[in-house]
């Protein structure tokens, strides 16, 4: 028997369930379970990326990722480019900012069927996951501001959320951050943003300036199509940036990631392409679930949760679409059993899973 031992809390911690892959399936695979791009990344940032690899891998990245932030900031309309921080993927923004405000004691707030990495990083740095409960898969004010405590230290929020899709109103985002008492760092997760267009993005970026205990998370894994390489980033309070760089590890991007955000940040073309298939085969795809008798809820993101009435038949149509290599993701680690997400994909799988999701449904 092992004589080290993890910290308690660390024992105590699940890890997160990816979406997973596909392993040894013949013929074409769909994805449609991690809400990835299904155009891939924008080719600049693939020009971008084949240059980088041939000059200087060998060499370190810039440790202040002053290039890459600056680009940030110009693109997104962000006045100081010391307050945008970067990351290896945004989870590494939600497990360093839990690392700063958060520990044994404290309590970190997320809604009922939040993104599930709030949950292990809470735990995996002792604190307590406080979950709101949720009124038809959707945060409540009311409901969130109920489990506010002297001892929560965050409030992690994707607006849109994840898995559910569903999302508060600007209105209800603002009102919440005017009652929330100042001693909770409250996390906007803007994961999903860009598929409601600019003009929401520049809103969640003005949340920002409205109170020093704001933050907005972001990240290049979806919409911007570069989930392999890791990128995420952040605009934040000078104080709390302060505090992020101080723990930060030194080289935590890698310049292929550095290069490709730099290229593609700016892509509005390709934002919009995204955008547009996304905004187009969403509702396309509600309408055909809805009309086989699995009821969607409005989903502002690039996925749709759909209802299967019981446990059992939700996972027989999952493995049935895996059968024929679409897969799907199954949330019932969610709390959400009866239902299942399917990102929008390409044209060609899309029409594939609402085919095969044809054919179940009108046999069980
Ligand atoms: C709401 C939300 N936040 C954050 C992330 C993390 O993304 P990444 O670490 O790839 O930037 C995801 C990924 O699915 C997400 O759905």
């Given at each position: 028997m092992n004589t080290i031992k993890p910290l308690d809390h660390i024992t105590h911690t699940k890890s997160y369930v990816p979406g997973g892959k596909l392993h040894g399936a013949t013929g074409p695979v769909a994805m449609l379970a991690s809400n990835e791009n299904p155009f891939g990344p924008s080719p600049l940032a693939v020009e971008a990326i084949r240059k980088a690899a041939g000059e200087?891998?060998?060499v370190y990245p810039d440790p202040d990722y002053t290039a890459l932030r600056e680009a940030i900031a110009k693109a997104k309309g962000i006045a100081d480019a010391s307050r945008v921080v970067t990351s290896a993927g945004s989870d590494e923004i939600i497990h360093l900012l839990t690392q700063c405000y958060a520990g044994p004691g404290d309590e970190v707030l997320f809604t009922e069927h939040a993104f599930s990495?709030?949950?292990v990083s809470a735990r995996a740095h002792g604190a307590a996951a406080i979950k709101a409960p949720e009124t038809d898969m959707t945060a409540g004010v009311n409901s969130i501001l109920g489990a506010v405590s002297p001892k929560t230290r965050i409030l992690f929020l994707a607006n849109p959320n994840n898995p559910t899709g569903t999302m508060l109103s600007l209105d209800a985002l603002k009102s919440l951050q005017?009652?929330?008492?100042p001693h909770v760092l409250f996390v906007v997760d803007g994961a999903y943003s860009e598929y409601l267009g600019p003009d929401?993005?520049?809103?969640?970026?003005?949340?920002?300036?409205?109170r020093d205990t704001t933050v907005m998370m972001r990240t290049f894994s979806k919409i911007y199509g570069l989930a392999a390489l890791r990128l995420g980033w952040a605009y934040m309070p000078k104080a709390i940036a302060d505090t992020y760089q101080r723990i930060r590890g030194?080289?935590?991007v890698n310049t292929l990631a550095v290069e490709a955000?730099?290229?593609s940040v700016g892509d509005d073309a390709f934002l919009t392409l995204s955008r547009d298939h996304n905004t187009a085969w969403r509702g396309t795809m509600t309408d055909a679930l809805n009309a086989m008798g699995l009821p969607t809820a409005p989903s502002h993101a690039n996925f749709v949760v759909c209802e299967f009435g019981a446990a059992e038949r939700a996972a027989a149509a999952h493995q049935y679409l895996k059968d024929q290599s679409i897969l799907v993701r199954a949330i019932a680690g969610y709390g959400l059993p009866t239902k299942l997400?399917?990102?929008i994909g390409s044209a060609e799988d899309n029409t594939r899973c609402l085919e095969a999701l044809k054919a179940f449904t009108a046999s069980r």
């Open positions: 200087g891998l060998q990495m709030y949950e005017d009652v929330l008492p929401y993005e520049a809103a969640l970026r003005d949340l920002v300036d409205r030194p080289f935590n955000g730099i290229a997400r399917i990102t």
